[in-house]
């Protein structure tokens, strides 16, 4: 396996996963709200920063935005069934 190849298997989170890391920058006050609609075949994010403005992200780039709030300590939230 290429290195390019094992970034890119890093890279990969499921839109619950990125939900769920949403939902935990929301609760701790990063974020002002964020939510996602299909166009096509493919699914776009709206991300609103508690102070800054909204910005429209494909699933590629949100979960870049999810990584670097993993790495500031941001916690997943996880909703119960």
């Not at 939510?35 to 949100?62: H, K, M, N, R």
Request: aromatic letters at 12%; hydrophobic letters at 45%; one cysteine or more.
């Amino acid at each position: 396996m290429t290195d390019a190849n094992a970034l890119s298997a890093l890279d990969f989170m499921s839109h619950t996963e990125i939900r769920a890391m949403l939902r935990g920058a929301t609760q701790a006050n990063l974020l002002f709200g964020w939510c996602l609609y299909d166009w096509g075949d493919e699914t776009f994010w709206i991300v609103s920063p508690a102070e800054a403005q909204s910005s429209t992200y494909t699933t590629s780039e949100v979960v870049d935005y999810c990584r670097m709030l993993a790495a500031c300590g941001v916690q997943p939230r996880f909703r119960s069934a």
